[in-house]
C-alpha cells in the first residue's frame, strides 16, 4: 500500500504519507493513486481540480471555504514548508468549530485530506513553499468564503511570532460567531 494513513484530532481529516523510493539518485513515490486512495482511506471521491500556489514566508492563505459547492481537498508541499489547519464548520458535528493544525513539508512528503464542510489555510513558514491540492468540486468565487485566521474562538496554535502577509479577502474574513456554516 503507497500511504500510511493516521486519523488527526478531528477524524476526518486525515494525514496521509505515501511510501517514498530513494536512493543515491533520488526519490520516486505515487502521490496520488485512485484506487489505493480508496482502500487506505475507504472514501470514494473523484478530483476535479488541480491547484498549484508559490508563496513567500510569512503568507496565510485562508482559511478558506465555499459555503455552496464545498470542496475537499488533498494537499501537498512540494518546495518548503507550512503549516496546514482544517476547522470544522458543520455545526451538527461534535467537533464543530474545532482545527487541527499538521506540518506540512517537500522533506516529509505528508498530505491532508480536508473533508467538505471544513475551512482550511496554511502559513508558510520557509522562505517560500510551493503548495499543491487537488478538489472535488470547482472553485466557484461568489460562494467563497473566509475564516478569520486569529478568531480567539478557534484556538489555532499558529506556530509562527510575526505578523502574517494576508490578501485583502482573508483580512476582512469573518469571526465564527458571525460566518456562514454547514448544517
Do not use: C
Not at 481537498?73 to 476547522?87: E, N, P, Q, S, Y
Amino acid at each position: 500500500m503507497p500511504y500510511t494513513v493516521t486519523p488527526t484530532a478531528l477524524p476526518e481529516v486525515l494525514v496521509l504519507e505515501p511510501k517514498v523510493f530513494g536512493d543515491a539518485r533520488g526519490f520516486f513515490y505515487e502521490s496520488f493513486n485512485a484506487r489505493e486512495f480508496a482502500d487506505a482511506t475507504g472514501l470514494d471521491v473523484a478530483f476535479v481540480q488541480d491547484n498549484h500556489s508559490k508563496s513567500a514566508r510569512g503568507v496565510l492563505r485562508g482559511l478558506h471555504y465555499q459555503i455552496q459547492h464545498p470542496q475537499g481537498k488533498l494537499v501537498r508541499v512540494i518546495d518548503g514548508d507550512v503549516f496546514d489547519v482544517a476547522v470544522d464548520l458543520r455545526k451538527s458535528s461534535p467537533t464543530f468549530g474545532k482545527s487541527v493544525g499538521v506540518r506540512l513539508s517537500a522533506e516529509n512528503n505528508r498530505q491532508l485530506w480536508v473533508p467538505p464542510g471544513f475551512a482550511h489555510g496554511f502559513v508558510v513558514l520557509s522562505e517560500t513553499a510551493q503548495f499543491l491540492y487537488k478538489t472535488t468540486d470547482y472553485w466557484y468565487p461568489a460562494h467563497e468564503r473566509s475564516l478569520l485566521w486569529n478568531d480567539p474562538a478557534l484556538g489555532i496554535d499558529w506556530p509562527f511570532d510575526f505578523e502574517p502577509q494576508l490578501a485583502a479577502k482573508d483580512a476582512a474574513a469573518k469571526l465564527l460567531a458571525e460566518a456562514d456554516l454547514f448544517d
